[in-house]
């Protein structure tokens, strides 16, 4: 599993209400990634991916534009430790 690799991506903007965690969650099953996405009491979301990095770097650039409505004004990406046995990609 050393090709598996974990990001955490905050998204800032018009983010809210734009259907971005369901977009989000139906882009990271596509991709075959594990982790969750979340709105945020601030207004970003909030997600975790993890996969091989091809895949983790494809649901990051879908975050930079997110679904149509949705108006992405920053986004802040980091590596994160893995998660063993994580199973799915779930919105929380």
Do not use: K
């Amino acid at each position: 599993m050393s090709d598996q690799v974990r990001v955490r991506v905050l998204a800032e903007g018009q983010v809210q209400g734009v259907f971005f965690r369901d977009s989000t969650r139906r882009a990271a099953q596509r991709l075959g990634l594990t982790g969750w996405v979340t709105n945020r009491p601030d207004g970003r979301v909030e997600a975790e991916f993890q996969g091989p990095r091809d895949a983790v770097d494809q649901a990051v650039a879908f975050c930079r534009q997110g679904p149509g409505e949705a108006s992405v004004e920053a986004i802040d990406v980091e590596d994160v430790e893995r998660v063993d046995d994580e199973s799915g990609f779930v919105i929380v």
